[in-house]
């Protein structure tokens, strides 16, 4: 589902995020991505939904070569890819149902799909009550659901997160990692980046452990 | 499919103006300050420019006649001219006639002319252009003809006058395009940088858009119909301030300065202009965005 061919990726300021990268991540994986602050974690997300380009070295998503794709197919690459980010990311200006919506909106679905689709998902991460709210009326572990909820409608194959429970408590941590679960059985590829590894140890079926840019455990690549 | 994209369009738009209200009324306040002050100078420059060629229309010629010509030979002199391509009208002023409008001219001083042996002043020939002719340049080439006739004393047209009002209008034009020119560029700068200003507030929107999977046309759409938006009611507000301010201007103007005026009317935008000023804005609205966004969506 995802690989990568001895990436590397250097900013232009000559710090180098990532070196001689090699993974394989299988269809239904529950990856986690593990290291410390500036190991790479969110370098190697944005790299598998095309936000940066490696540097050097091959990326196939989905069978498709990222260095190869053209500007004008990576938004319906993105549509097959979810992204869930620590900071959520969501519209304080809309609530809760228009910016779960907003996903499927932008791909031209129709207003009877929209509906069907926000409720099953809004059910799935149990804020079916919540429709009407603004996302700053919710707690932190309630605006995450959302921001899961908005990943996942367009039934993505793949669902990345970075460091999606990097502001939320134990409790609610694990309920949204229970959720990723849930997620992870109907089949989506999961990709969790994180520093916390008890976290990776307790879910993980695969756990890399990323250290200045290098994959430190390659038994898992 | 079509529909319901187009439908999500304009609800963003709206969304768009409805969430951001504060922002889109700085940006038409803008846009309608600029296009205000762009409207003042073309009113400005229109009416000058009327008033300029009605004062040109008003330019006659004098032809004064040798006094010693016969009847016959004065009025061959005015055949010739009335034949020339830029005559519009001739009219003959005799000596008598010519000391009388002097008299009257002079009205409490006319008793110093009480004491002429005899009548000194020439007679002439006043001759009024053509409007097409009525400028600078016809009135020289008209000179010209008309002193190659025999039997004339002189042509006044007021040489120094008309040397100085071409160089004026000429200066006019010429620092009325700079001004204008000026006024056009200083708009554009303004209105990029107050849409860039509104887009930068919005750059989490467009990266979430683009998070999800939107494409660059999709996402400028709904900023396009804004920036349409933006434009068309700034341009109408400044229509309507201009409006409003010209008519409360123009009876005070027309009233004080009548003299310099003279026959023409102070008018307000021509409806091609009327047009253009809202199609400017509409564009101004449309550009504003397009450059503003560039950056933003290279998420």
Known sequence: ?221 | MLLYRLFFFVREAVQGIKNNAFIHAIAIGTITFALLTFGIFIITVINLDRIFDDWGKRMHVIVYLDGKSTEEETTAVSEAIAGLPQTGKVTYISKEEALSMLKENLQNQAGILDNLDENPLPPSLEVQLKEEHANPQSISIFVKEVKKLNNISDVDYGQEWLRKFSAFISMIKLVGTGVGGFLLLATIFIISNTIKLTIYSRRDEIEIMKLVGATNLSIQIPFFLEGITQGFLASLLSLGILYVGFKLLIYKITIDYSLYLGYVDIIFLPQKLFAALILLGIALGIFGCVFSMGRFLKV
């Open chain 1, 1 to 221: 589902m995802i690989q990568m061919f001895d990436v590397y990726k250097v900013y232009p300021n000559k710090h180098s995020a990532l070196t001689a990268i090699n993974l394989h991540i299988n269809k239904g994986d529950f990856t986690f991505l593990t290291g410390q602050s500036g190991a790479g974690k969110t370098t190697m997300i944005n790299l598998i939904f095309c936000a940066e380009r490696a540097t050097k070295g091959q990326i196939v998503v989905k069978g498709i070569n990222l260095g190869k794709i053209k500007k004008s197919r990576i938004p319906y690459l993105r549509r097959d890819i979810g992204v869930v980010f620590q900071d959520f990311k969501l519209l304080n200006s809309r609530t809760v149902f228009e910016n779960v919506v907003f996903a499927l909106e932008v791909t031209g679905a129709r207003r009877a799909e929209i509906k069907r689709k926000a409720w099953q998902v809004l059910k799935l991460v149990g804020l079916q009550n919540r429709l009407d709210a603004t996302p700053l009326e919710l707690s932190g572990g309630e605006q995450q659901r959302i921001a899961i909820a908005r990943a996942i409608i367009n039934d993505p194959t793949i669902l990345l997160a970075d460091e999606p429970t990097g502001n939320l408590d134990s409790e609610i941590t694990r309920d949204i990692m229970e959720l990723f679960k849930n997620i992870n059985n109907r089949g989506t590829t999961v990709v969790i980046a994180t520093h916390n590894n008890i976290l990776a140890q307790q879910y993980a079926t695969r756990h890399l452990t990323l250290e200045r840019g290098r994959i430190i455990n390659p038994e898992e690549q």
